[in-house]
């Protein structure tokens, strides 16, 4: 217990500075979280095949960091790479898996080409939200704190309610310990932190509504997260995703809810609030 306390003292001091301390601070934690959380998912899923695993790994994570390295590049560079050559060779990238699995001769070919696509929808499409929206705007960073907030919330609320007053189960062949009660706890204490964080972050300018709606989702949206990460592990048989966090096993164990979370929650600011300072992204949907 004194280690999971320690460990999880000092990841969120190490996640809360890098999130708040600049934009290009929050850039770069976000894209290094994308590459770890990659590294971690791509070791869980693909054929070990002896060394060429190892290639493997590295080309499934540079494939699905790419946006997110580019994103960086040309906030950093003063050569744009969308006039660059080099841009043109980054349209030929998808094909490197299904040319690698030819030449490894894999029995898991089709597999392995598919927990690539996987593993950039599910890890590395928010990493590169989450790098993007660092960048964007000078309070991008403080909504990607709000939504941890507001995430982490949820699970804690969730877990202690469910924990004393918890009698029905969700879906005990994946998660044993989730139920109604503790789910429902969790949701009505998310929209209240919304409620909370609409007087604690002023600077974000989003009405009360919006919040209260943010809560929702985050709630919504971070337990599908927590019970996706839960099948993921059951149908591998394994407790933990990986071992770098002392006392709490691997990254996506933690991350889980608030990576998953991410995308609903743009997909909220742009298309419903149609909150126009994550500019790109609003672009997209209108």
Not at 40 to 65: C, P, Q
Not at 82 to 99: D, E, G, K, S
Not at 172 to 200: D, H
Request: hydrophobic residues 55%; contains cysteine; charged residues 10%.
């Amino acid at each position: 217990m004194k280690t999971r306390i320690i460990t999880a003292i000092i990841f969120g001091i190490i996640v809360a500075l890098g999130t708040m301390y600049s934009p290009q601070s929050s850039a770069i934690l976000y894209c290094i979280v994308g590459i770890l959380l990659l590294w971690e998912f791509y070791g869980l899923v693909l054929s070990k095949d002896g060394t060429a695993n190892n290639f493997r790994k590295i080309y499934a994570v540079f494939l699905s960091i790419v946006p997110s390295l580019v994103t960086l590049y040309e906030y950093f560079s003063p050569y744009p790479l969308w006039n660059a050559v080099v841009y043109q060779w980054l349209m030929i990238l998808p094909l490197i898996p299904f040319a690698f699995e030819l030449a490894a001769g894999s029995n898991k070919a089709f597999e392995n080409i598919g927990f690539v696509l996987v593993g950039f929808l599910y890890l590395g499409l928010p990493a590169y939200l989450l790098t993007s929206m660092s960048l964007q705007d000078f309070t991008g960073r403080y909504i990607i704190m709000a939504v941890m907030l507001l995430v982490w919330f949820n699970d804690v609320f969730a877990y202690f309610i469910g924990k004393f007053l918890g009698r029905n189960k969700i879906f005990p062949n994946i998660s044993p310990n989730k139920t109604w009660e503790g789910t429902i706890g969790g949701f009505i204490f998310a929209v209240l932190w919304g409620w909370v964080s609409y007087f604690c972050w002023p600077v974000i300018k989003l009405e009360l509504i919006q919040w209260l709606v943010l809560g929702a989702i985050c709630s919504v949206f971070g337990i599908m997260g927590d019970l996706v990460a839960s099948k993921l592990k059951r149908s591998l048989q394994i407790k933990d995703t990986g071992n770098i966090l002392p006392g709490h096993g691997g990254l996506i164990d933690r991350f889980d809810a608030f990576i998953f979370t991410i995308p609903f929650v743009v997909m909220t600011l742009c298309y419903v609030f149609e909150d126009k300072r994550l500019y790109y992204f609003y672009l997209l949907w209108h």
